[in-house]
């Protein structure tokens, strides 16, 4: 088929174009005119297919669905763009480093990693960006205009991606789940970092004392270590932490707020993604099970920690004094005995601790959390493990006595 030849030139940039009318819309874009606005919201936009597309936001209509997964789209192109995600199909392939993308928009992005070309320019400040739709959100740094509010909390935003992803943080949900150990995120960004770590892949290194890490935020969080910054600030205590993630979870200690509560037993939880793994304990659905021994675990991780037992394979040896370990999580704690680094600190009392989950045992002296109540005496206890010891009380159980002699029987002889 013979290509209509690109007759329209425009006179601002160069650009040539077959039909006059894809010029007349192309120079929408030097102009700025936006002569079609949403009666709902009082958005502008150059096109009115564009407005026709914006509308499906207010109406949430998504006629467009997934055969295979059943996730529904606005628009067809989204669904295709979609369908990529199943059939792993990259057709475009960037003739510098071979990477391959699903799309060539993504490609056409991918290679401004190569030429390091910012063609998009901030007329306020001057910044340069790669993508266009960088540059606007840049914008909005400069206007302040942040017109997409929560009804919950009255937060307040300027894109609404981050306002959807913000909603999350009320309801709870983590649509992205591990295959592997069977966490949930809330983000599929946050999944793919997750799943490093079961990759084993640490290219970020620390100049300072050479640790590694799978993602580069990770390393940024890290280098707080050495810096000692901690920008968060509590409202209430005072207390300061280097990550706001962290300061989120320690407000908990202030409300005491735990919205998710199990059905089974009634436990209540902080976070969704615990109470997803507490329900495991009450369910009882362990679907991995091991070939060797017949044992059952609810996660495929425990299962694949579960097989070293069986193997006696330590493949995590220690530099400094050559012992080996079956984890990598348990040779970086080993490490902690060396270099005598006690990374998590208490925010109410200062006191720190080498393990993350020392700490967390230490917090419930000033939560005063017990959760685990003997069915006997009614007794509470903040972990399951003191209530274990806690029934022996009960069952007369000494699982862990010492072999002595017993004056009460003989030992008969054959001699």
């Known amino acids: 088929m013979k290509k ?14 077959a039909c006059k009318s894809t010029l007349l819309r192309h120079m929408l874009t030097h102009t700025g005119d936006k002569p079609h606005s949403c009666e709902v919201c009082g958005s502008s936009f150059a096109r009115n297919s564009t407005l026709s597309h914006h509308m499906l936001t207010h109406t949430g209509d998504k006629p467009h669905s997934c055969e295979v997964c059943g996730s529904s789209f606005a628009h067809k192109s989204n669904l295709s763009r979609h369908m990529k995600t199943h059939t792993g199909d990259k057709p475009h392939s960037c003739e510098v480093c071979g990477s391959s993308f699903a799309q060539n928009s993504t490609l056409s992005h ?24 960088t540059l606007l959100h840049h914008r909005l740094t400069h206007t302040g205009d942040k017109p997409h509010s929560c009804e919950v909390c009255g937060s307040s935003f300027a894109l609404k991606s981050t306002f959807v992803r913000h909603m999350k943080t009320h309801t709870g949900d983590k649509p992205h789940s591990c295959e592997v150990c069977c966490s949930s995120f809330a983000r599929k960004s946050y999944l793919l970092m997750h799943m490093t770590i079961h990759m084993g892949d640490k290219p970020h290194s620390c100049e300072v004392c050479g640790s590694s890490f799978a993602c580069k935020s990770t390393l940024s969080h890290h280098m707080l270590t050495h810096t000692g910054d901690k920008p968060h600030s509590c409202e209430v205590c005072g207390s300061s932490f280097a990550q706001n993630s962290t300061l989120s979870h320690h407000m908990l200690t202030h409300t005491r707020d735990k919205p998710h509560s199990c059905e089974v037993c009634g436990s209540s939880f902080a976070h969704k993604s615990n109470l997803s793994r507490h329900m495991k304990t009450d369910t009882g659905d362990k679907p991995h099970s091991c070939e060797v021994c017949g044992s059952s675990f609810a996660c495929k991780s425990t299962l694949l920690r579960h097989m070293l037992t069986h ?36 925010e109410v009392c200062g006191s720190s601790f080498a393990r993350k989950s020392y700490l967390l045992m230490h917090m419930t002296i000033h939560t005063g959390d017990k959760q685990h109540y003997c069915e006997v005496c009614g007794s509470s206890f903040a972990w399951k493990s003191n209530l274990s010891r806690h029934m022996t009380t009960h069952t007369g159980d000494k699982p862990h006595s ?8 003989e030992v008969k002889s054959n001699l």
Not at 118 to 132: I, L, N, Q, T, Y
Not at 321 to 340: I, Q
């Open 110 to 133: 991918h290679l401004l990693t190569h030429t390091g070309d910012k063609p998009h320019s901030c007329e306020v400040c001057g910044s340069s960006f790669a993508r266009k739709s």
């Open 311 to 346: 193997t006696g394979d330590k493949p995590h040896s220690c530099e400094v004094c050559d012992s080996s370990f079956a984890r990598n999580s348990t040779l970086s704690h080993h490490m902690l005995t060396h270099t005598g680094e006690k990374p998590h600190s208490c």
């Open 402 to 409: 010492n072999v002595v002699c017993n004056s009460s029987f």
């Open 4 to 17: 209509r030849e690109k007759s329209h030139s425009c006179e601002v940039c160069g650009s040539s174009f």
